[in-house]
């Protein structure tokens, strides 16, 4: 069964753009979180997407948004990127309680 | 508020010098505790998930055991390939997943 994947890899983006980061859950599995990672604040919760319905969401502020399609993809935008959104994005999909995470996409604002 | 505690920060071992790493947690109404493991520049990897007190699972070289205020991770005659940053989290009926800050593991041959 193939893993969570996650596109792209790598972005570098300027202070002030938008950016969209996708993932493909495994097959199956309905639900999608997804979650900052810093040396510093560790990793920390965005969202969850079940069904295409935000089921749970993180402190983070409203620049950071998120959607699920019926074929239960997801896409995460963050507008209005500052200096400290440069972090690794990851995603997790699962079908209860376990969560199993794609490889990330590494995001760099400069 | 749910808050996830892991020691030590890092831990350097030899190979076949056998350790312990603790997560320690308060939460209101445990759903679960999961253990990753991650590679640097990877996505953490699913290791186990504890439900209740008194739960031990096994995995290779590894053995995670639960109570109702902490988790250990055992490491039985490590291996370098095991070195690695271990990750506890914890999740709450309702709640999204809180993770700790991770054991960076060094396995030296």
């Known amino acids: 069964k193939a893993g969570v994947t996650q596109t792209p890899r790598y972005l570098i983006k300027t202070r002030g753009q938008q950016v969209t980061l996708s993932c493909s859950p495994i097959?199956?599995?309905?639900?999608v979180s997804w979650y900052q990672q810093t040396p510093g604040q560790g990793l920390q919760f965005l969202f969850e997407?079940?069904?295409?319905?935000?089921?749970n969401k993180g402190n983070f502020p409203g620049r950071f948004s998120g959607r699920q399609f019926s074929n239960s993809r997801s896409e995460m935008n963050v507008s209005t990127l500052e200096l400290g959104d440069s972090a690794l994005y990851l995603c997790?999909?699962?079908?209860?309680?376990?969560?199993?995470f794609g490889p990330g996409t590494r995001l760099t604002v400069t | 508020e749910d808050q996830v505690t892991q020691s030590p920060e890092a831990l350097r071992l030899q190979e076949g010098e056998s350790s312990s790493l603790n997560c320690s947690y308060t939460?209101?109404?445990?759903?679960?505790l999961f253990w990753y493991r991650q590679d640097p520049g990877k996505g953490p990897e699913f290791l186990f998930t504890?439900?209740?007190a008194g739960e031990e699972k096994e995995k290779e070289r590894l053995k995670a055991t639960l109570t109702k205020k902490e988790s250990f991770l055992h490491i039985t005659a490590p291996k370098p390939e095991d070195s690695a940053t271990y990750l506890c989290?914890?999740?709450?009926?309702?709640?999204?997943?809180?993770f700790g800050a991770g054991t960076r593991l060094t396995v030296k041959p």
């Open positions: 997790a999909s699962s079908t209860g309680n376990e969560q199993y």
């Open positions: 097959s199956g599995h309905r639900s």
């Open positions: 504890l439900y209740s």
């Open positions: 939460v209101s109404g445990l759903r679960g």
């Open positions: 989290a914890v999740q709450a009926y309702g709640n999204d997943m809180r």
């Open positions: 997407y079940f069904s295409e319905t935000q089921r």
